[in-house]
């Protein structure tokens, strides 16, 4: 089955860390680019972060700095850590696969996790 499953999720005070994990499975990781999205409530998702086939990592303006995307091919998962999380940083997070080359499923969804950021 083709999927993408993020854990990692959960409540943290303002100031604190997170780290989000994106598992692939039934894809060739390594031919997909990686994205994170957010989605608040009532509100289009936004891209927060971009990871590239070869490693390059793009940030919206409202996370740089602050928050760090990665992949590991060999383990099928992405990373997004998420350090000093401020409570605008509340939201449903995505992550999101986009096939580059080869074949197969050509977009991929994860299921979402929610982070909430409350003292």
């Known amino acids: 089955q083709v999927q993408l499953v993020e854990s990692g999720g959960g409540s943290v005070q303002p100031g604190g860390s997170l780290t989000l994990s994106c598992a692939g499975s039934?894809?060739?990781?390594?031919?997909?680019?990686m994205r994170w999205y957010r989605q608040f409530p009532e509100k289009e998702r936004e891209l927060v972060a971009t990871?590239?086939?070869?490693?390059?990592?793009i940030y919206a303006e409202s996370v740089r700095g602050r928050f760090v995307s990665s992949r590991d091919d060999t383990e099928n998962r992405a990373y997004l850590q998420m350090n000093n999380l401020k409570p605008e940083d509340t939201a449903v997070y995505y992550c999101?696969?986009?096939?580059?080359?080869?074949?197969?499923?050509?977009?991929?969804w994860g299921q979402g996790t929610q982070v909430t950021v409350s003292s």
């Open positions: 999101y696969a986009q096939r580059i080359g080869g074949t197969g499923k050509p977009v991929i």
């Open positions: 039934g894809v060739t990781f390594r031919q997909y680019l």
């Open positions: 990871v590239g086939l070869t490693g390059g990592e």
